[in-house]
């Protein structure tokens, strides 16, 4: 057997064994998500009224900029749609309104609606 059909044997069967692998990923991920939610969190609406699309939260993009002590237990609690969130407790300065005051982040204003309330 010539060495370089041996590399090209081995280099085959690392290839066949990366494929493997990343199957393996793919199925085991969904087990971590429900851990540390990767995704968009969507509220369900508990109070107020109708008028508007329930707001949807980009996890991942917070989780990225936040350790999750600046939300997590003080703010939010770690399960989801455990609280009530209206807009008067947002502009009082609780919840996203801790940060979405227009100084850690952008504010609510008639232009912002739709960041937070995404249609769909
Ligand atoms: C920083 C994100 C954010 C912005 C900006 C924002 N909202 Fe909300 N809003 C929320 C969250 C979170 C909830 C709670 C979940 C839900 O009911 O959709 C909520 C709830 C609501 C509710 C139901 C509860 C209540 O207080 O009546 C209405 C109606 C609403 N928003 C309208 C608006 C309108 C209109 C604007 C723009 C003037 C706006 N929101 C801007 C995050 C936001
Ligand atoms: C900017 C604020 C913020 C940061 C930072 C943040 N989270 Fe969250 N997290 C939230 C909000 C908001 C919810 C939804 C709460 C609700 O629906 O009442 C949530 C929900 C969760 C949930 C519950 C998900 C479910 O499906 O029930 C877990 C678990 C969680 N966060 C873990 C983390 C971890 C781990 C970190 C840090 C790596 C982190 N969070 C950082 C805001 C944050
Ligand atoms: C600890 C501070 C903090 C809290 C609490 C927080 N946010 Fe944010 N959020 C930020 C910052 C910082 C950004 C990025 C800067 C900006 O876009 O103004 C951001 C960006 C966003 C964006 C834009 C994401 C993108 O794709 O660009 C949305 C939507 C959003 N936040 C919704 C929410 C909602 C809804 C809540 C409450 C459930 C919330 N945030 C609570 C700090 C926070």
């Known amino acids: 057997m010539s060495d370089e059909f041996r590399a090209e044997r081995a280099c085959r069967a690392s290839r066949l064994l990366l494929a493997a692998l990343g ?4 199925f085991t991920a969904p087990a971590n998500t429900a851990e540390q939610p990767l995704g968009d969190i969507t509220f369900d609406r508990k109070g107020g009224d109708n008028t508007t699309p329930t707001a949807i ?18 703010v939010f609690p770690m399960k989801r ?15 996203c309104g ?20 995404r249609p769909r």
């Open 98 to 117: 801790v940060c979405h005051n227009g100084q850690v982040a952008f504010q609510v204003t008639f232009e912002t609606c739709n960041r937070c309330h």
């Open 81 to 95: 749609n455990s609280t009530e969130i209206t807009m008067d407790a947002i502009q009082d300065g609780k919840f």
């Open 23 to 26: 199957v393996l990923v793919l």
């Open 57 to 74: 939260f980009p996890h991942w993009v917070h989780r990225i900029r936040f350790k999750c002590y600046a939300c997590h237990p003080a």
